[in-house]
């Protein structure tokens, strides 16, 4: 039983360039989340998706966008990229809109902005 | 506003030495209280779910509990490979989104 893939696991881009980062849930799940995590810090709240909605929405200017597709997998596009956005990007899938308890993390896609 | 403080920031045990990690909370109905395990350059994994005052659990060395303003994580005898950053998050009551705390790293020495 795959948990949640997402892809790629390292990436380097210039500030300025835009990035797209991709998550593929657990299988069963049909809701995804994405997190920031700064070094050392906890993650922050990105944004949620729930049948190709995005449903929340965290403290993140509008650089920040992204999309589910119908097979519940999502992509996380940032534009106009900035130093301090340098982070591991987090990616969660659950199973509707329901409690933490049913969250699966994947690994991370660790973004580095030079 | 919402907010999940966790202490301390560090902790170094050695291997057998027990102690307890802190997560304070404020936040507008809780929903529920999350212990999470996170190893270096991984995504967190879980361990507890905590819904109400009183409320314990157990899973091997670790042990959660959970007042109205606080969740301790006990960490019995630990071993080497406890070590670990242990991330503390609230779901508010509306909201289905975490607010992760920073996390407690945990070094535990043979």
């Known amino acids: 039983d795959a948990g949640v893939t997402q892809s790629p696991t390292h990436l380097i881009k210039t500030r300025g360039q835009q990035v797209t980062l991709r998550c593929s849930p657990k299988s069963g799940h049909d809701t995804v989340s994405w997190y920031q995590q700064a070094l050392g810090q906890g993650p922050q709240f990105i944004f949620q998706y729930y049948e190709e909605e995005e449903r929340q929405r965290g403290n993140f200017p509008d650089r920040f966008s992204g999309h589910q597709f119908p097979n519940y997998s999502s992509e996380l596009n940032v534009n106009a990229l900035l130093l301090g956005d340098s982070a591991l990007y987090l990616c969660a899938s659950s199973l509707g809109l329901g409690q933490g308890s049913g969250y699966t993390f994947g690994s991370g896609t660790r973004l580095t902005v030079v | 506003e919402d907010q999940v403080t966790q202490s301390p920031e560090a902790l170094r045990l050695q291997e057998g030495e027990s102690s307890s990690l802190n997560c304070s909370y404020t936040v507008s109905g809780l929903r529920g209280l999350f212990w999470y395990r996170q190893d270096p350059g991984k995504g967190p994994e879980f361990l507890f779910t905590?819904?109400?005052a009183g409320e314990e659990k157990e899973k091997e060395r670790l042990k959660a509990t959970l007042t109205k303003k606080e969740s301790f994580l006990h960490i019995t005898a630990p071993k080497p490979e406890d070590s670990a950053t242990y991330l503390c998050?609230?779901?508010?009551?509306?909201?289905?989104?975490?607010?992760f705390g920073s996390g407690t790293k945990l070094n535990v020495k043979p």
């Open positions: 905590l819904y109400s």
């Open positions: 998050a609230v779901q508010a009551d509306g909201f289905n989104k975490f607010y």
